[in-house]
Structures are given as C-alpha cells and as structure tokens.
C-alpha cells in the first residue's frame, strides 16, 4: 500500500495566519491527491481534489499544489471556521490511502 | 445536494458481525456516475479505506479486510450496507460511508460523506 505522511501533526495558528500542511506519499502518485477538512460532529467535507482543484462551494482561501510525492495544502488567510483537522489522501493505486491527519489549533 | 446517513448497533460483540447501513438521499444509488465506499478510523489511528460498491453492484475490497468483509445494495431503499465478520477489539472505529467518483480522470473517493458512526467491539 502506499503510505501517506502528513506534517505537521498539529499546529497552532492566529486568525489572518497563512497555514501549510504538507503530504508526503511513499511513491509517485502523479495528481491523485485529495484534501478533506473534518470537523468534530459534522461529516468530512472535500476540499480539493486532483492535487490542484478546488472543490465547489470551497473558499478560494484553500489551494493546493504539488505532484508525484509531494503535495502542500495551503489557507491564505485562516479564518474561525477553519479550525479542523485536515488529512489528504491518494487514490492513484487500490487500496486508496489517507494521511493521519494535520489539526489546526487556535492559537 | 446528497446526504449520507450510517445507521446501525454501536455495540457489537466479538466474533459476531458488524452490521452497518447508509441511507442516501438527494441521489440514487443506481446513478453509473458515482459508487459508494465505508470508510474508518480507529481511535488514534488514521482512516482506512474498507470497500466500495459501483451501481452495477460490483465490489471492491481493501485485501487487508476482504476475508471479512461485504459491502451490498439495496436500490429500492437507496442504501448501502457494511458487513464485517469475526469482529474483534481492532475492529472498534468510527465508520464513514462516502460517495466518490471519478472526475477528469481522478478518482475521488470521499466527494460527500457521511458524519460517521461510532461501533465498539466489546463484551
């Protein structure tokens, strides 16, 4: 299976901060990283898909980058609603893989 | 827009099989353009893909679970439903259903999901 490394684990960060969660997969996955943001009581909701695209009805706040091994989820400017925890995600071999996840704090 | 709902006993006993269903609304299950995956997470432990099921009602299991797993549909009540056989401690999760499909090429598992159900395996 491919292995999907997240860091950080968890961050702290101040309203209007600028976040980078970076996702490493074990081997080439060329574009077939997604990002997912979860929330406590609420269900886990795409972000982004294909490495780059934005999800709809998705701030464009959110971008993501990357192809191959080495991928980046980047907040501009963090809002309230942002706090969650993030984790990506490959589909580019079966079975599909998850990061363990990023959790950003308020700081 | 879709909704995903899981149902189902939040405590099951070990070596007795975990049942678990998904009702759908705001699509069809039948639709050839999305198929239906179940999806977990142990506690302190990361998510991890179980199977998915195509409208056409054919499988696809993770071969770390599919001597114990089966995943089927039922059109008329727009469900899907997770078996897992010989439950044990490691099988406590929280358990997802998702909707995914493939976009430009890219598969996509977890485009809606549901909030999860918490299944504890105890005595």
């Known amino acids: 299976d491919i292995q999907m490394t997240q860091s950080p684990s968890s961050l702290s960060a101040s309203v209007g901060d600028r976040v980078t969660i970076t996702c490493r997969a074990s081997?080439?996955?060329?574009?077939?990283l997604h990002w997912h943001q979860r929330k406590p009581g609420k269900a886990p909701k795409l972000l982004m898909y294909?490495?780059?695209s934005l999800q709809s009805g998705v701030p464009s706040r959110f971008s993501g980058s990357g192809s191959g091994t080495e991928f980046t989820l980047t907040i501009s400017s963090l809002q309230p609603e942002d706090f969650a925890t993030y984790f990506c995600?490959?589909?580019?071999?079966?079975?599909?893989?998850f990061g363990q996840g990023t959790k950003v704090e308020i700081k | 827009q879709v909704q995903l709902q899981e149902s189902g006993p939040g405590l099951v006993k070990p070596s007795q099989t975990l049942s678990l269903t998904c009702t759908v609304s705001?699509?069809?299950?039948?639709?050839?353009?999305?198929?239906w995956s179940w999806i977990r997470q142990p506690a302190g432990k990361g998510l991890e893909w179980i199977g998915r099921?195509?409208?056409?009602?054919?499988?696809d299991y993770n071969p770390s679970l599919r001597n114990r797993v089966t995943i089927s549909m039922d059109t008329s009540k727009n469900q899907f439903s997770l078996g897992l056989t010989s439950v044990t401690a490691a099988d406590t999760a929280m358990y997802y259903c998702?909707?995914?499909?493939?976009?430009?090429?890219?598969?996509?598992?977890?485009?809606?999901w549901g909030r999860g159900t918490l299944v504890t395996v105890s005595s």
């Open positions: 705001g699509a069809s299950i039948n639709s050839g353009s999305y198929y």
């Open positions: 998702a909707r995914g499909r493939t976009i430009f090429g890219v598969i996509v598992v977890g485009e809606s």
């Open positions: 081997q080439s996955i060329g574009i077939h």
């Open positions: 099921i195509f409208s056409s009602g054919s499988t």
């Open positions: 995600q490959q589909s580019y071999s079966s079975p599909p893989t």
């Open positions: 294909a490495a780059s």
